[in-house]
């Protein structure tokens, strides 16, 4: 069975200061790869998207970055966190070849920049 | 407009009863439609996809699809306070996938 990792599970970050969030997968090879933002309340906002080894598409301008080194490794990075980036990170999988399957979320990163 | 609309709610049943949940969207092309369960401070869990038009029955859970009306449901039989959470309707389009802001139910024993 497939599963999802993140980590940290939850950060306090001075603004300013640079961040790394992981996340992998297991059990499954060549999937796409998502990752989330969810504000207080609100619902969930579209960062980043891969579909392969180094391949990014970025959904909203902003001072975070992605990359995908490995199949089952997805990362988001900033070299400096602004108030604004406070939330909850989520990465999700999705089964490669297809856009319109299920994701499947892993359990999240709460991220606080003060 | 807002691309997938939800009542926030929050919605209040009492245990044993049916919890009906809501759902519109906007782009008339979307191709799957999901929904999740968010208990506070956790992740989005999937209960429920449908592609078609009409029902789908899953354990206590149903979801329906009218694709002419724009409009995704979940029924949930014989609420149990276990039920108790934020559930987000989303839907997919080529790997455009939108999620609506949930909505908080709360099944009272």
């Known amino acids: 069975s497939q599963t999802i990792h993140q980590w940290p599970a939850t950060l306090v970050q001075p603004v300013g200061s640079p961040l790394s969030l992981e996340c992998t997968v297991e059990?499954?090879?060549?999937?796409?790869l998502y990752w989330y933002r969810q504000a207080a309340g609100r619902g969930l906002q579209l960062l980043f998207y891969?579909?392969?080894?180094?391949?990014i598409s970025s959904e909203v301008p902003q001072n975070l970055s992605a990359s995908r080194p490995q199949d089952r490794q997805f990362i988001l990075s900033s070299k400096k966190l602004l108030l604004s980036d406070s939330g909850f990170y989520l990465c999700?999988?999705?089964?490669?070849?297809?856009?319109?399957?299920?994701?499947?979320f892993g359990p999240g990163t709460r991220l606080t920049v003060l | 407009q807002k691309e997938v609309e939800q009542n926030s709610g929050p919605l209040s049943v009492p245990e044993g009863a049916i919890a009906s949940l809501n759902c519109t969207y906007s782009?008339?092309?979307?191709?799957?439609f999901f929904w999740y369960r968010q208990y506070s401070g956790k992740s989005p869990e999937l209960i429920m996809s449908?592609?078609?038009?009409g029902d789908k029955e899953d354990g206590r859970f149903t979801a329906q699809l009218n694709k002419a009306s724009q409009y995704v449901s979940l029924l949930i039989r014989d609420s149990q306070p276990s039920d108790s959470a934020t559930y987000l309707c989303?839907?997919?389009?080529?790997?455009?996938?939108?999620f609506g802001a949930g909505t908080r139910l709360t099944v009272k024993p």
């Open positions: 449908i592609y078609s038009n």
């Open positions: 059990g499954t090879s060549n999937p796409n």
């Open positions: 891969s579909v392969g080894i180094g391949q």
């Open positions: 782009d008339r092309v979307s191709q799957s």
């Open positions: 989303a839907v997919n389009n080529n790997n455009d996938m939108r």
């Open positions: 999700a999988w999705q089964a490669g070849g297809s856009y319109n399957n299920e994701q499947f």
